[in-house]
């Protein structure tokens, strides 16, 4: 695998995607009570940004991410992502892609059949969906791999396949949901290299879920600290540690300052 250090971020490409939120509130209505999980939570993201939303359990997130998604309405406000500067009016996986934190796949079907899957179902031709869901899997580094089913794959491999199968339609935007939890710490930042790699060659804009500061410091051009619920925002950290990223950079004052700062709101809202 080629190693990080030798990788250097590309200019987005035209058709990366910029994502604006405003004034966005969710509230999930039960028979006993009313759940605010969400409350006056407004950010932009530029086109080819890698953003990071971290902040602690229960505070609406994965939520906020589903919103953008088009997988879940919101209550008030309004979320409007743009590509190439024309509005999607409705969910699009052709030009949204989302990676969950389970990798999810169908154990009857091989590797490449699951890349291939959201392909098949857009009636798109046999040879053409191979083609694109190889080239998916040699981009995270399973080439090779494609006629394996999940149960011979470890689970950073199943991980990697999720993402091609997130990457195959070659979305400008790529919004991931704790997509390393499961995964051992290891396995967790050889994928965030991985990730990084591929974010790197396609400059696609991402926004990442996560619990683990110092994985968010590491990843993110910009971190969202969101509150205990109801979930606003508190902190926006611009990361402007130099990339490509190196682990030698876990160790310094700049990164230990903004670990440092995340956690300070993390500990507030305990």
Sequence with gaps: MQP???????KPPLRAGAIEVRNVGQVFRTRSQDVVALEDVSLD?????FVVLVGPSGCGKSTLLMMMAGLRGQTSGTITITINGAPIPQPDPNRVGVVFQEASLFPWLSAEDNVEFPLALRGVARAERRAKAQDALKLVGLEGFGKRHPHELSG???QRVSIARGLVQDPPVLLMDEPFAALDEQ????M???????WAATGKTVVFVTHSLTEAVYLADEVIVTSPRPGRIVDQLQVNLPRPRTYEMLSGDAFGALRDRIWRHIRKSA
């Design 4 to 10: 990080l250090a030798n990788v250097t971020p590309l």
């Design 45 to 49: 993201i530029k086109p080819g940004r």
């Design 156 to 158: 950073g491999m199943k």
């Design 187 to 190: 396995t967790r930042m050889t």
């Design 192 to 198: 965030g290299d991985e990730l990084l790699r591929i």
